[in-house]
């Protein structure tokens, strides 16, 4: 016999419990169900899809009994398709309490989970188009998205999560899907989530339950499950500037009471913003998504079932990188010192010929003659296995993930500067194993024990490559003047940079990442009487992580000729010229006197060092030389170097220098210092009831990220595990006669080695520096590192109210402060980029960057019904962010003010929702907050977009 859906027994549960009229409970049914269902902070999600159900009714004559502890508070187990049965209240009663959620991997009452958590409910994310990962965290207490491209914008909790620079960082905040953990941020950036159940943010360090460990918390998506009752549901939504979404989600039974299928798809298409004018057909923050997932259950036996799931992203790309305009800078240095007004490069002859452009038009309009789309695309399969034992089961979830990225970026002009250059080209896949065993729930103590395995594997490549133009913008004042003074030296100009092509980045152009982490993990519930609980949790991961990384020239363009004899010992057959622009008369290399000179002159060594006999290499030399000869031909149409005029020569140098300085280091395959360590992640959490509708808790948690194999110019460079401490007190309440749901907490959050951008000595350009002069000062640059010292506090809460008629409330904010406790070693503004000493910043005490004080929002959901079988539905979120610095050195000048977006739909249709048309509206009031900012550009908002839906369901 066919089951019966529980999706539909839960919404009549939860309707039933309402005790409103037949034609307005219909009419509140699906809003009802969900609403009750939102969770919200503290609490996770309540499942509305067949496979889990929206709420766990409490029998009357059981509502009315004091708690007898947990043994009556258990939650019916599941059947073979993975549904739970949701058994019928009595009329009359309003279970709230009884929701339960999932976010402990087992079903359980909201009120006996003390987690920090927040939820969006499917329903919401389709009511408001919210498909985008940027548009779910406008909808949970403290949680944050930072605006970058495709693989790095990424999700902050209580203010942290920042990405990193490096490929070989974990993210901060984990991310779960369908049970997999995604252990690379980008997988979840870039693609639309549909057919969604919920979405539930855990706050705080997680891993001794919820897949790979992580130090400030996860979010959980879950997608609808197969069933063996036939749905289908379709929508296709047109929007402005060419929009179209598309989606639909199919299933039911193939073979009755042994397989089910459910198919969902989307297509999101549709022009961005605002207009290359350089290719007017490209337009930036476009969408072309698509993406499809397959899922099967089968179910052989009462005590078996198995789920499998397939999906796919083809490679399609979207514009995101370059869509800034610059600022004009007319403000001083922080110490009042003026700004130097040196000429823009783009005033300077080479591009002032080209009467198209303007510093001016660049202002006001996106000129990227360069720039494409950034390409991305995943593949995943999934098979989740369940057998159910006489007391316990064990769930088995095998996951393959995969994730491809490239980018092709641009500066803001029309010139042949940047070719194919400056983004990343990266290939990532992940393989995943987690073995779980579960106790029944009830008794003294129910607990989860199990295994998990991860390997990945991320090959990255940074690309740069340069045009006919490079060579002119990238000239010093003094290169260019030199340069442009004829022809001969506008040749070099066009050749020192022209067509070269190279896997060129400071952490390496070309990596090689190989991570494996293997973890056993325990969770138990100590039930020590009827109303306290104490929860407790332990997971030992081993972490193995390498890296192996190199930078070379890939193209040697149109001036080899122009290259050193060779970088770090990677040998580029060029010659080495150097020039004692000084009142020294002597040269230095590697701390020894080389040859005596005379203020001014230009001289060529040859190749390798060749300047003494004891560094002499033969063959260098004598391929330095005729090098260094053909440059002389080639360019000055000279017999050889030594035929040359000293201007002719300096020429020459500033020529080879550019190309040096674009180059930079270059080295061989480096293996990064491995990290290998053991890392434990603990929770201790006593929960008491005070009474049936108010559950109070304090929960303890340690968490940690593992530290990252990383080199840095051709030597390795090792950073720390980021590691949380976590302390939580909060409760989680029924109120108004159970019509309002309040829950809220305070927490405490001590980080130490906080991975992000710090700023060190560079070591290799040091020496190289000191070699030509013992009296050079340390140079320094950015890279990932450690921050000492991080410290997190704060308020949060959520609440739902459903008291009022065809109406449901939720709210949501916090009160937050992310600040560095301790960070001496920060990279400076630009506001003070004229400061003489070139060590870190002390940023201690500042508050971290794109970590607002307040947010909040609320949504609304309003349901008239019209006639007997026709609704009006109406729904709203308004989301509000106090002001907050967008730049990690913590610049004044990037600054986002405080601002205020708001989503609205209203729409009309049949209250069995067969058919439904919406009118969408995302930033209704057109809020035109910047995105981010800095010194000297900014990224505007996202303007107002309306859209019409029409949706169906069979």
Same mark, same amino acid.
Not at 678 to 693: A, E, F, G, N, V
């Given at each position: 016999m066919r089951r019966i859906s529980a999706q539909s027994s839960s919404t009549s549960a939860a309707l039933r419990a309402l005790r409103l009229p037949a034609i307005q409970a219909q009419?509140?049914?699906?809003?009802?169900?969900?609403?009750?269902?939102?969770?919200?902070?503290?609490?996770?999600?309540?499942?509305?899809?067949?496979?889990?159900?929206?709420?766990q009714a409490v029998p009357t004559d059981q509502a009315n009994k004091d708690d007898k502890g947990p043994q009556q508070d258990k939650v019916p187990e599941q059947d073979k398709a993975g549904n739970s049965g949701v058994a019928t209240p009595a009329a009359g009663t309003l279970a709230l309490e009884g929701i339960t959620v999932r976010s402990r991997n087992?079903?359980?009452?909201?009120?006996?989970?003390?987690?920090?958590?927040?939820?969006?409910?499917?329903?919401?994310?389709?009511?408001?188009?919210?498909?985008?990962?940027?548009?779910?965290?406008?909808?949970?207490?403290?949680v944050s998205w930072n605006l970058g491209n495709q693989r790095t914008s990424s999700i902050s909790i209580r203010g942290v999560g920042k990405v990193g620079q490096t490929e070989a960082q974990d993210p901060s905040v984990g991310i779960i899907v369908d049970g997999v953990n995604y252990a690379y941020n980008a997988l979840t950036s870039s693609f639309d989530f549909v057919d969604i159940d919920s979405v539930e943010v855990t706050r705080g360090p997680q891993g001794t339950l919820l897949g790979k460990n992580t130090s400030v918390g996860t979010v959980i998506f879950t997608t609808k499950r197969p069933s063996f009752t036939p749905t289908a549901d379709y929508k296709i939504e047109f929007r402005q500037r060419d929009g179209l979404?598309?989606?639909?989600?199919v299933g039911g039974p193939i073979i009755d009471d042994l397989l089910a299928y459910r198919f969902a798809f989307s297509v999101n298409r549709g022009e961005g913003d605002i207009r290359n004018r350089a290719h007017p057909d490209m337009t930036f923050t476009n969408k072309d998504r698509v993406s499809g997932r397959a899922q099967f259950l089968l179910t052989p036996s009462p005590d078996f079932s198995a789920r499998l799931a397939f999906d796919l992203q083809p490679r399609a790309g979207e514009a995101t990188n370059g869509r800034v305009f610059p600022k004009r800078i007319t403000t001083p240095y922080l110490n009042g010192e003026p700004v130097s007004q040196s000429v823009s490069r783009y005033e300077r002859r080479w591009f002032k010929d080209n009467k198209a452009y303007t510093p001016e038009l660049a202002e006001t309009n996106i000129i990227r003659d360069g720039a494409r789309p950034l390409v991305t695309g995943s593949r995943g399969a999934t098979a989740e296995l369940n057998w159910k034992l006489p007391e316990h089961s064990i769930t088995s979830i095998t996951a393959y993930k995969d994730y491809h990225f490239n980018a092709y970026n641009d500066e803001n002009s029309p010139f042949d500067i940047g070719r194919n250059s400056g983004g990343f080209y990266i290939d990532y896949k992940q393989l995943s194993q987690e073995v779980r065993l579960s106790s029944a729930v009830g008794g003294l103590v129910d607990y989860q024990t199990g295994i998990y395995l991860l390997g990945v594997k991320n090959k990255a490549t940074n690309y740069r490559g340069y045009g006919n133009d490079?060579?002119?913008?990238?000239?010093?004042?003094?290169?260019?003047?030199?340069?442009?003074?004829?022809?001969?030296?506008?040749?070099?100009?066009?050749?020192?940079?022209?067509?070269?092509r190279g896997a060129l980045n400071g952490t390496g152009g070309q990596e090689s990442i190989r991570n494996k982490s293997a973890?056993?993990?325990?969770?138990?519930n100590w039930?020590?009487?009827?109303?306290?609980?104490?929860?407790?949790?332990?997971?030992?991961?081993?972490?193995?992580?390498?890296?192996?990384?190199?930078?070379?020239i890939i193209d040697q363009g149109s001036a080899p000729e122009l290259n050193p004899s060779s970088v770090n010992g990677v040998k580029l057959g060029g010659f080495d010229s150097y020039w004692n622009n000084g009142a020294a008369d002597r040269w230095v290399l590697n701390g020894r006197v080389v040859v005596a000179g005379t203020a001014g002159a230009i001289l060529v060594p040859a190749g390798g060092y060749a300047l003494t006999t004891d560094n002499r290499d033969t063959a260098a030399v004598a391929t330095g030389q005729a090098q260094a000869d053909f440059a002389a031909k080639k360019y000055f149409n000279a017999s050889s170097w030594s035929a040359l005029t000293p201007e002719q020569k300096k020429q020459l140098y500033f020529a080879q220098t550019i190309r040096k300085n674009a180059v930079g280091q270059l080295w061989n395959p480096v293996d990064g210092t491995p990290y290998k360590a053991t890392q434990p992640t603990l929770l201790i959490s006593p929960s008491y009831k005070l009474d049936r509708d108010i559950n109070t808790y304090f929960s303890f948690q340690h968490g940690e990220k593992a530290g990252i194999a990383q080199v840095f110019n051709g030597s390795p460079y090792s950073v720390e595990a980021e590691k949380t401490n976590s302390f939580e007190l909060g409760f989680k309440?029924?109120?108004?006669?159970?019509?309002?749901?309040?829950?809220?907490?305070?927490?405490?959050?001590?980080?130490s080695n906080y991975q992000q951008?710090?700023?060190?000595?560079? !070591?290799?350009?040091?020496?190289?520096? @000191?070699?030509?002069?013992?009296?050079?000062?340390?140079? %320094? $640059? #950015?890279? !990932?590192?450690?921050?000492?010292?991080? @410290?997190?506090?704060?308020?949060?809460?959520?609440?739902? %109210? $459903? #008291?009022?008629?065809?109406?449901?409330?939720?709210?949501?904010?916090?009160?937050?402060e992310a600040k560095f406790a301790k960070f001496p070693n920060a990279a400076f503004p630009a506001e003070e980029g004229n400061v003489a000493v070139p060590a870190g910043k002390d940023l201690s005490g500042r508050t971290m960057a794109g970590a607002p004080k307040f947010s909040f929002n609320v949504g609304g959901d309003y349901n008239l019904p019209i006639g007997s079988d026709h609704v009006l539905r109406s729904s709203a979120n308004v989301a509000y962010t106090s002001s907050y610095l967008s730049d990690g050195s913590l610049s004044i000048y990037s600054r986002v003010p405080a601002n205020v977006l708001v989503d609205a739909s209203l729409g009309f249709g049949k209250l069995n929702k067969s058919f439904e048309v919406v009118i969408l509206v995302k930033n209704l009031f057109n809020n035109k907050t910047v995105m981010s900012q800095s010194w000297g550009e900014y990224a505007p908002a996202l303007p107002r977009t309306v859209a019409v839906a029409f949706s169906t369901r069979l």
């Amino acid at each position: 016999m066919r089951r019966i859906s529980a999706q539909s027994s839960s919404t009549s549960a939860a309707l039933r419990a309402l005790r409103l009229p037949a034609i307005q409970a219909q009419a509140l049914g699906p809003v009802a169900a969900a609403a009750l269902a939102t969770c919200l902070s503290l609490s996770s999600h309540a499942q509305s899809n067949p496979a889990v159900p929206a709420t766990q009714a409490v029998p009357t004559d059981q509502a009315n009994k004091d708690d007898k502890g947990p043994q009556q508070d258990k939650v019916p187990e599941q059947d073979k398709a993975g549904n739970s049965g949701v058994a019928t209240p009595a009329a009359g009663t309003l279970a709230l309490e009884g929701i339960t959620v999932r976010s402990r991997n087992r079903i359980e009452r909201l009120l006996d989970v003390p987690v920090s958590v927040s939820v969006v409910q499917g329903a919401e994310i389709d009511r408001l188009s919210a498909y985008g990962i940027e548009d779910l965290t406008k909808r949970a207490a403290n949680v944050s998205w930072n605006l970058g491209n495709q693989r790095t914008s990424s999700i902050s909790i209580r203010g942290v999560g920042k990405v990193g620079q490096t490929e070989a960082q974990d993210p901060s905040v984990g991310i779960i899907v369908d049970g997999v953990n995604y252990a690379y941020n980008a997988l979840t950036s870039s693609f639309d989530f549909v057919d969604i159940d919920s979405v539930e943010v855990t706050r705080g360090p997680q891993g001794t339950l919820l897949g790979k460990n992580t130090s400030v918390g996860t979010v959980i998506f879950t997608t609808k499950r197969p069933s063996f009752t036939p749905t289908a549901d379709y929508k296709i939504e047109f929007r402005q500037r060419d929009g179209l979404f598309a989606s639909g989600a199919v299933g039911g039974p193939i073979i009755d009471d042994l397989l089910a299928y459910r198919f969902a798809f989307s297509v999101n298409r549709g022009e961005g913003d605002i207009r290359n004018r350089a290719h007017p057909d490209m337009t930036f923050t476009n969408k072309d998504r698509v993406s499809g997932r397959a899922q099967f259950l089968l179910t052989p036996s009462p005590d078996f079932s198995a789920r499998l799931a397939f999906d796919l992203q083809p490679r399609a790309g979207e514009a995101t990188n370059g869509r800034v305009f610059p600022k004009r800078i007319t403000t001083p240095y922080l110490n009042g010192e003026p700004v130097s007004q040196s000429v823009s490069r783009y005033e300077r002859r080479w591009f002032k010929d080209n009467k198209a452009y303007t510093p001016e038009l660049a202002e006001t309009n996106i000129i990227r003659d360069g720039a494409r789309p950034l390409v991305t695309g995943s593949r995943g399969a999934t098979a989740e296995l369940n057998w159910k034992l006489p007391e316990h089961s064990i769930t088995s979830i095998t996951a393959y993930k995969d994730y491809h990225f490239n980018a092709y970026n641009d500066e803001n002009s029309p010139f042949d500067i940047g070719r194919n250059s400056g983004g990343f080209y990266i290939d990532y896949k992940q393989l995943s194993q987690e073995v779980r065993l579960s106790s029944a729930v009830g008794g003294l103590v129910d607990y989860q024990t199990g295994i998990y395995l991860l390997g990945v594997k991320n090959k990255a490549t940074n690309y740069r490559g340069y045009g006919n133009d490079a060579g002119a913008f990238s000239a010093s004042d003094s290169q260019y003047a030199a340069l442009d003074a004829d022809g001969n030296g506008r040749y070099l100009l066009l050749s020192s940079l022209a067509n070269l092509r190279g896997a060129l980045n400071g952490t390496g152009g070309q990596e090689s990442i190989r991570n494996k982490s293997a973890a056993v993990f325990a969770q138990a519930n100590w039930h020590l009487g009827d109303k306290f609980t104490l929860t407790t949790g332990v997971r030992v991961t081993r972490e193995d992580r390498r890296n192996t990384t190199q930078t070379q020239i890939i193209d040697q363009g149109s001036a080899p000729e122009l290259n050193p004899s060779s970088v770090n010992g990677v040998k580029l057959g060029g010659f080495d010229s150097y020039w004692n622009n000084g009142a020294a008369d002597r040269w230095v290399l590697n701390g020894r006197v080389v040859v005596a000179g005379t203020a001014g002159a230009i001289l060529v060594p040859a190749g390798g060092y060749a300047l003494t006999t004891d560094n002499r290499d033969t063959a260098a030399v004598a391929t330095g030389q005729a090098q260094a000869d053909f440059a002389a031909k080639k360019y000055f149409n000279a017999s050889s170097w030594s035929a040359l005029t000293p201007e002719q020569k300096k020429q020459l140098y500033f020529a080879q220098t550019i190309r040096k300085n674009a180059v930079g280091q270059l080295w061989n395959p480096v293996d990064g210092t491995p990290y290998k360590a053991t890392q434990p992640t603990l929770l201790i959490s006593p929960s008491y009831k005070l009474d049936r509708d108010i559950n109070t808790y304090f929960s303890f948690q340690h968490g940690e990220k593992a530290g990252i194999a990383q080199v840095f110019n051709g030597s390795p460079y090792s950073v720390e595990a980021e590691k949380t401490n976590s302390f939580e007190l909060g409760f989680k309440s029924a109120l108004l006669n159970r019509r309002l749901i309040l829950n809220a907490d305070v927490f405490l959050s001590k980080v130490s080695n906080y991975q992000q951008g710090v700023r060190i000595i560079d !070591t290799k350009a040091t020496e190289q520096a @000191k070699a030509a002069d013992p009296k050079a000062i340390p140079i %320094y $640059s #950015g890279i !990932t590192g450690n921050v000492p010292r991080v @410290k997190l506090y704060g308020l949060e809460f959520d609440g739902l %109210y $459903s #008291g009022l008629p065809n109406t449901t409330l939720r709210f949501s904010g916090a009160i937050n402060e992310a600040k560095f406790a301790k960070f001496p070693n920060a990279a400076f503004p630009a506001e003070e980029g004229n400061v003489a000493v070139p060590a870190g910043k002390d940023l201690s005490g500042r508050t971290m960057a794109g970590a607002p004080k307040f947010s909040f929002n609320v949504g609304g959901d309003y349901n008239l019904p019209i006639g007997s079988d026709h609704v009006l539905r109406s729904s709203a979120n308004v989301a509000y962010t106090s002001s907050y610095l967008s730049d990690g050195s913590l610049s004044i000048y990037s600054r986002v003010p405080a601002n205020v977006l708001v989503d609205a739909s209203l729409g009309f249709g049949k209250l069995n929702k067969s058919f439904e048309v919406v009118i969408l509206v995302k930033n209704l009031f057109n809020n035109k907050t910047v995105m981010s900012q800095s010194w000297g550009e900014y990224a505007p908002a996202l303007p107002r977009t309306v859209a019409v839906a029409f949706s169906t369901r069979l």
